[in-house]
């Protein structure tokens, strides 16, 4: 298995008390090094182009936001009430490394490597087209997934999202692309506040809302259930995944009461249905998981059945 990650990834500083910090990278890399079971070959991601980036999002865009980087301090790119989306100094070199690491990963993924994981920040399934929010700037794997179509022709890729609060970002900008289907499963309502059952894009989008407090097996049912089985039809070529954590039990920004040992499950299942129809072909993506210990078992747990 391959890693991608990159020392910039932990310059991004949100300041004190934040959720999305630089900790949480640091905490899934020594877990990395403790699997013995598996080998992992941990690899520098580049630094994203914008040739690439522009296939999801517009320059000016991009544009905008890095000129608004401050050479100190924070600066927030959201209105109130969800003012936590911040720049620090450091922001544009970790923004492109985590977008450059799927891009890496998508190329390597089409020469040899089935399975690989990035273990990057910012996250990304957050962001828009032009919008940038929930922690998020660059949608790295919607970046990663116009990437594979654009230079390897890549007609159906699938993106599973099992972070707690719904993709909002990804689904805006493949809502109407028929050649991607997205499915997430998510604690509803919570923020973004989208994700409702009856967002279907054009047959493409395949949301299963879940209410507070649900543990592991009724989780399992309603994700074969609600994500799988469409996923299974639509028959993908390679399959994607936003791996967020942060609906585990011990997560401080959410309610649902997973346990370290259900994101095996949950991985192990992604992979049998790739070796149906995606001769094995993933990556996965960091999203979110702000509990350390809860996110240094959970990696553990996913990246032993990824490597299934």
Do not use: W
Request: aromatic residues 8%; proline residues 4%.
């Amino acid at each position: 298995m391959m890693v991608y990650t990159h020392t910039d990834c932990f310059l991004k500083d949100n300041g004190l008390n934040h959720p999305e910090r630089k900790e949480r990278l640091e905490c899934i890399l020594e877990s990395i090094n403790q699997i013995n079971d598996i080998k992992i070959n941990v690899l520098e991601a580049p630094i994203a182009n914008m040739s690439a980036i522009s296939l999801v999002h517009p320059k000016k865009y991009i544009e905008k936001i890095f000129s608004i980087i401050p050479t100190e301090g924070l600066v927030g790119v959201e209105n109130e009430p969800y003012a936590d989306t911040l720049l620090c100094s450091n922001s544009k070199k970790a923004i492109l490394r985590s977008c450059g690491a799927g891009i890496a990963a998508a190329d390597s993924l089409m020469s040899k490597n089935k399975r690989i994981f990035c273990a990057v920040r910012p996250p990304g399934h957050h962001a828009e087209t032009e919008k940038a929010m929930g922690f998020c700037f660059i949608n790295n794997i919607a970046v990663t997934a116009k990437y594979l179509q654009n230079k390897y022709k890549i007609n159906k890729i699938a993106i599973i999202d099992f972070d707690v609060h719904h993709g909002n970002g990804t689904q805006e900008i493949f809502y109407n692309d028929e050649s991607v289907a997205y499915g997430s499963i998510h604690e509803f309502p919570l923020f973004p506040g989208t994700g409702s059952e009856n967002e279907t894009g054009v047959g493409n989008i395949f949301n299963a809302p879940l209410k507070a407090g649900i543990r592991g097996k009724e989780f399992l049912e309603i994700f074969e259930q609600k994500i799988l089985d469409p996923i299974d039809k639509f028959k993908p070529e390679v399959i994607l995944i936003s791996a967020g954590f942060d609906a585990h039990t011990r997560d401080p920004l959410a309610s649902i009461n997973l346990e370290s040992k259900d994101f095996y499950e949950i991985t192990k299942k992604i992979v049998d249905l790739s070796k149906v129809h995606s001769n094995g072909r993933i990556i996965s993506f960091l999203e979110g998981g702000y509990d350390l210990l809860a996110l240094s078992e959970s990696i553990k747990e996913h990246l032993i059945a990824l490597e299934l």
